[in-house]
């Protein structure tokens, strides 16, 4: 008889794990009778007012969700909405309470960048409370403007730091974002014409590098610098991916397009894909898609170049049988039988891994500024041990 046999017998079957119900007592509770109900779900699920999402557990799972950084964060967003809202006058009669709903529903569309519209779309209960055309004029009338009045005052007061970038959508329609940051707190704002004091009160401003905002001649940087004390930085992270995309230059153009050659070469060819697979299977290979580099983010090619070389002797063998078949694609076949194009792989695979954990660390939503310098200078530490002595290391 083996040991589960006499476990079995002597404990007898395995319980199974037990979740509480729902309770509505939970509901009288001072820290959850603003945020906490019953789920729609079933009875062993809550549901949260401000995540407006549902969870399994009883009052343990209930009281640990609302001390989660999501609940928090959202609770106090949706705070400063109402408590702006709460200030108006008392709401009675039908008309009043009409109107609360209407600017409850807009600030949510607001809140949760959702588009106009599904304001037209939303349940019949809610089509007949507001519509897309009504939605637009609340945001832009009342609830964008008593926020944008609001922020002006907070600037008009207080020290700020701006960061700012330019765009073009599709209609080539140009628009320029300015990020006001006071207090942790990111809102947008053209403030050419509001009176506010930004020779006192601004104190630092980041950007990307492009001309219009850091060249040396009529820029926003030359603007700027006759702000006392302000502190101008470009963007560490566009800083790393130019140092690294001038670094490349030296290296040979085929590298870069080879990566792109082989993407194109398998993405719309559905028999090409299906084909591949057969020589991923044969030589053992994960059966990973290949990746396609991007345009716009340079440090991305490194994942490009990690899958390449993951799957370098399924392509190798793929590609020869392509060039024996109606020599088919010759210049990717001639790159992948070239040794030094794996050479070049296997250093932009070290050097890149450097940069781009560097940047990552940057782009964190988490703060990383007690760990930020010694990443960097270990970044650069790594670099200069490829070719210094370590003796002349200063670090």
Not at 160 to 178: G, N, P, Q, V, Y
Not at 276 to 299: G, I, N
Request: positive net charge.
């Amino acid at each position: 008889m083996s040991s589960s046999e006499d476990e079995y017998r002597i404990k007898g079957p395995k319980k199974k794990p037990y979740t509480p119900k729902y309770r509505k007592d939970w509901e009288r509770l001072p820290d959850l009778q603003k945020w906490l109900t019953c789920s729609k779900k079933g009875n062993i699920y809550f549901h949260c007012n401000v995540c407006y999402d549902d969870y399994l557990g009883g009052l343990t799972a209930v009281l640990k969700h609302g001390s989660s950084e999501k609940h928090k964060k959202n609770s106090l967003s949706v705070r400063n909405m109402i408590d702006h809202m709460s200030k108006l006058k008392s709401l009675k009669t039908l008309e009043d309470k009409t109107k609360e709903s209407e600017l409850r529903l807009s600030m949510f569309i607001v809140e949760h960048n959702i588009s106009l519209r599904t304001s037209d779309h939303l349940v019949q209960l809610i089509k007949s409370i507001l519509y897309r055309t009504k939605a637009t004029a609340l945001i832009n009338n009342v609830i964008g403007k008593f926020s944008f009045e609001n922020l002006i005052s907070r600037m008009q007061n207080s020290y700020f730091s701006i960061l700012i970038d330019e765009s073009t959508d599709r209609s080539a329609i140009k628009h320029l974002a300015i990020v006001v940051r006071i207090m942790d707190k990111n809102q947008f704002l053209f403030f050419n014409t509001n009176n506010i004091p930004y020779k006192d009160n601004l104190i630092g401003f980041a950007s990307d590098g492009a001309n219009v905002m850091f060249s040396c001649k009529h820029s926003v940087k030359t603007l700027l610098e006759e702000v006392r004390g302000i502190f101008l930085v470009k963007c560490i992270c566009h800083s790393i991916a130019l140092c690294a995309s001038y670094a490349a230059e030296k290296l040979p153009n085929t590298v870069e397009d080879l990566i792109r050659d082989i993407y194109t070469y398998m993405k719309l060819s559905y028999k090409r894909q299906s084909e591949y697979k057969e020589f991923q299977v044969f030589v053992d290979a994960k059966p990973h898609k290949l990746l396609q580099a991007s345009q716009t983010r340079w440090l991305s090619l490194h994942s490009c170049v990690k899958r390449i070389l993951e799957q370098y002797k399924a392509l190798k063998l793929y590609f020869e049988g392509e060039h024996l078949i109606d020599n088919k694609d010759g210049n990717i076949h001639s790159f992948l039988s070239n040794p030094f194009t794996e050479l070049y792989l296997n250093f932009l695979d070290f050097a890149l891994h450097i940069l781009t954990k560097t940047n990552l660390a940057f782009q964190s939503e988490s703060p990383q500024m007690h760990l930020i310098y010694s990443k960097v200078a270990t970044a650069d530490k790594t670099i200069l041990d490829c070719y210094i002595n370590n003796e002349y290391s200063t670090f």
